[in-house]
Structures are given as C-alpha cells and as structure tokens.
C-alpha cells in the first residue's frame, strides 16, 4: 500500500523562544524563593558595563555557562539564586557626554535597556527581579554608608598623591592606561603631578589577604600573581644622614642589609620631596629637564625592564653618608625609583644588582664587590646571589649572607640607624576621580570667608576651604546625589567639573559656611561589592 508522507513540521526557534520567554516572564519562573530544608547555589555573574555597543560575544560566552549550571542545579533541587545588574556609572559615558551633550545618565539607562533586552532573548535564566545598578540612588546610598564606615575607622583618608594626570580628560589615570606618556583613551598628553586624593589604607591588610590565599583553590599562577601583587618581603630600613646637613637623612628599605657595604651611590625618586634641597646650582638645569622628562611617564613605564631601562638619571651634586663607614655617597635621580613606592630612594649596589649594575656601567659609577660565591674563580658581576661576605670589614667578612644579615642590622640598631622591617609591594588605594558620572563622596569641608563683609562663596567672596578638617555626610542624609549639570567639560582644573556646580557645592549651616567634596569615587567602588546586595536588593534598613 501506497502511504502519503507528510512534510517534517520545522522547528521555528524564534517563535518558541518568544513562547516561552514571556511565560518565564509573566510566571516568574527564575525568581529566587528559599525553600525550608533546600540546599541552595548562588551563581554569579560578573555584571556588565552598559556601553553603548551592546553585547559583545565574550558576554554570553561566559553568561551561557553559568546559565547551564543554574539550570543543572534547579533540576538537582536547589534553591539558585542567579541575578544579573549593571556596573553603570564610568568613564565612557562622560565622554559621551561631552562629546554630544546628552547627560550620562540618559545614555546609561538607554544602554541598560539595550542591554537587558538582549540578554532576555538569549533566553538566560536571570532573575530579574534583583536587577540592580551601581547608578540607583538605593544603590548610591550603600555605596556611600561603605565609604563612611571606612571613614569613621580611619581606613578612608587624603594624601597628595603623585598621580597620571589628564588634562583634557579632566581625570587621574590609572598605570595601565598611559602608554608612552599619553592616555590610552584619546591619546592625549600625561603628566605626573602631586594630587588631593582619597584613598583607601589597604596596606593594613596585606598579611591578611596573603593569609587568605592559603584557602583558595586557584591556580598556581593566580596564586603566584596574587603573592607578587601583595610582595610581602623582609629586610631592613636604614638611614643615611645628608651630607652637611644636621638632623636629616634619606631613608631605604632592602631585603639585603647583608650588601650595605657595597653601596656606592643613592637613588631618589624625581618626585622625591628633598631633591629640590639637595641639587646644587651647577645641576639645577639638568635637574629639572629630567623632572620634566619624568614626568611625562607612567609608573609602569618607569619599571618596566628591558635593554634601556633604568638607564636614565641624573646626579644632584649632592651627597649622604654611609651609616657604617661613614663615607660620602653621592647623591642621583633615576625614574625608575618611583615616589610612591616604599621611601622613594633606594641604596645602589651595582655590583650585586642587575638595575643598579646597568646604571653604574651607563654613568662610570664605581663598584664594590662585597658578596662572594666561594668559589676559586671569580665571580662575573653583578652576582646577584647570596654567599660570603668580603671587604666588607673584620666582623662581617667571612659571615653567610643570612647572618650578615642580622648583623649588619644589629650594627645599624646600635646606631640609630636603621631596624629590621616588614615592606610590602602592595600600596594603598586611590579612590578618587575628577570627573562627574561617579557617586559623590560623602565628606564636606568648613570654609573660611576671607572678607570682613562676608558674601557668599558660591558667588565669588574670597574664601579658603580647610582640606585637612574633613566633616562626613550624616548617615540619614544619603544618599548624597550629583547636581544637574549640563556642561561636563573636566578642563584643566584638577578639582574636576563637580567644581564648577558652586550651588551645590557650597552650603551653609548653622550660619557657617561648607563646601562639599568635589571628587567623585571610581567606576568599581559600586562594583566591589554589588555581589552582596544582590542577596537582598530591596532592603532600605540594612546593606544586605
């Protein structure tokens, strides 16, 4: 017998995802509920920054495997808690802004929906009704409650902070987008200036984050980055006395006080506060034409290593004197000494450092060969490693490096030259940016009327704001919100556009007059902890 065959029905995959995306929808089908005696998961997305371009591929690339294990364990019977939300305030968005003249928010909230109408017709199983911005102002609030604690705790406090300023972005730039002294964003010019800044004391914390990498399951070259970031070492601080200069001296940390003898020279960094004391007027051009060189770099090209690096510098004229043989030692400044990082000098030992060794062999400087490897044959310089003390006087010559160590910090102990010490490669925090779409800080200042007819500062009436007494926002008062504002040129004020919006800057209480903090917090101070407020997103008594 003859059978009709009918034709294959076709899977039309854009209608049934249509179906059943606005079933989830309209059932709710992935909110979270706890379930008494469940076993729960929480899987985590990293959110996204709404940029205007959409969806990149490496979002759902990455998006499509947490939606697979939320699914896996829904249908193993766990609760699952899977949220998404959006890391909006930022950068590009300002520069939007100010190129076009539309308000970073309006773009911000044009993005998010962009953004989320895409991840929906991925079909992922969000729930959504933890939707959070970094934006909102019952986020903003949190935000800046974190802000205050630290505050309070003495964690959050201002430093003038050698920073990669930005002029015609209006904002402190971080190592990792300056290249060759311009900004990667633009390229435009870079310079190295001191700064007001916050900034957040995470040095406090350094043995305890690297305790905390004991119980990670990471890998080893995670763990290894991590312990390299952090760079717990030990050694020792010494100080070398100036030259004719009575009660005053240049401070290093080493980890080898076991090579102090071989010291021929000290570096300082171009920013270094003395180097203005010390240069003689014979170097003063020279001086400041390297300043002005150095400053144009970023710290990461200041270290970077390679066949010229470390390779630049310039002496002062002037000198220190060696804590133990009481030798004069001359004085440069080298950009690859970095101000911000441990005292912003260091002691040169060319003979037992490759940096030190190429800058001696650059500039003539002599060597010492203090440390030696035992061995018949002579050791080619500069011998890194450790070994036997030699020419380094009757007490430490023939002593190992580990117990010269001691020794050598002994002898400087019964100086008051120097202590054994703990340093860190880890530095504090800058948490402050000078620009508008950011959370405002929430700290004000008293302001000082200069004029015995008062007036207003917010118009113009001579005034002095006092920096160093900082007043925190009462809790009750957040969230603290940015002012409208229609131009967001950042200009070459270093204060930032917020400057500019007098009216909300200035205030008055209690008939005296205040002025509030113009900088604004970095894109991931909402975005360090966003993960914590998505297990309760609604609460208006607590954080989470």
Known sequence: NHKSSSPTPQYSHLDVEKKWQKYWDEKNTFVSIRRPGKPKKYVLDMFPYPSGAGLH????????????????WRMQGYDVLHPMGWDAFGLPAEQHAINTGTHPAVTTYENIATFKRQLKSLGFSYDWSRELSTTDDHYVRWTQWIFLQLFKKGLAFQSEVSVNWCPALGTVLANE?????????????????????????????????????????????????????????????????????ENQSIEVFTTRPDTLMGVTYVVLAPEHPFVDQLTTVEQRAAVDAYRREAASKSDLERTAIGKDQGKSGVALGSFVVHPLTQERVPIWIADYVLAGYGTGAVMAVPAHDERDYAFAQKFSLPLKQVISSGKESADELPYVDEGILQHSGSDLDGLTSADARNAVITKLQAQQAGNQQISYKLRDWVFS????????????????????????????????????????????????RLPPMSNFQPGEDPQGCLARANEWRYFQKNGQWFARETNTMPQWAGSCWYYLRFTDPTNTKEIF
């Open 433 to 480: 940016r000078q620009r508008y779409w950011g959370e405002p800080i929430p700290v004000y200042f008293p302001v000082d009327l200069l004029s015995s007819e008062g007036g207003n500062p917010a118009h113009g009436a001579p005034h002095r704001i006092r920096y160093a007494q900082p007043i925190a926002v009462d809790e009750s008062e957040l969230p603290l």
């Open 177 to 245: 987008e300056v290249i060759n002294g311009k900004s990667e964003r633009g390229d435009h010019p870079v310079i190295r200036q001191p700064l007001r800044q916050w900034v957040l004391k995470i040095t406090d914390y350094a043995d305890k984050l690297e305790e905390g990498l004991k119980d990670m399951e990471w890998p080893e070259g995670t763990l290894s980055a991590q312990k390299q970031w952090i760079g717990r070492s030990e050694g020792a601080s010494i100080k070398f006395s100036i030259a004719g200069v």
């Open 57 to 72: 591929v490496g979002h759902p690339e990455g998006y499509t495997a947490t939606d697979i294990m939320s699914r896996f």
